[in-house]
Nanobody, 121 residues
Framework: QVQLVESGGGLVQPGGSLRLSCAAS????????MGWHRQAPGKQRELVTAITSGGITNYADSVKGRFTISRDNAKNTVILEMNSLKPEDTGVYYCYLYLRASATSPYSNYWGQGTQVTVSS
């Protein structure tokens, strides 16, 4: 059974930086896209960034130039580097991996448990 574990959230002042990590454990047959969503208080969950198996990235306009996504396929890990953080970046961040757990399984999204990021002075 595939499980995702996130780490790296916390409290940071505006202008600061945080690094989020998401590692998948269990049997993975094929790993495709990876990414991060976030949910701010009182708002819907939104896509922050994603990276394809070929390394192509996309970012929400609100984080372009400040956030960087990367992946380590050997470790089934996706990383989110967040710089120049703003109070509006506050929220719960969820990683996802789009993968096949076995040769007979379809591709599905697997989600992390969420990690809180709070940007406040």
């Amino acid at each position: 059974q595939v499980q995702l574990v996130e780490s790296g959230g916390g409290l940071v002042q505006p202008g600061g930086s945080l690094r989020l990590s998401c590692a998948a454990s269990g049997t993975i047959f094929s790993l495709n896209a990876m990414g991060w969503h976030r949910q701010a208080p009182g708002k819907q969950r939104e896509l922050v960034t994603a990276i394809t198996s070929g390394g192509i990235t996309n970012y929400a306009d609100s984080v372009k130039g400040r956030f960087t996504i990367s992946r380590d396929n050997a470790k089934n890990t996706v990383i989110l580097e967040m710089n120049s953080l703003k109070p509006e970046d506050t929220g719960v961040y969820y990683c996802y991996l789009y993968l096949r757990a076995s040769a007979t399984s379809p591709y599905s999204n697997y989600w992390g448990q969420g990690t809180q990021v709070t940007v406040s002075s």
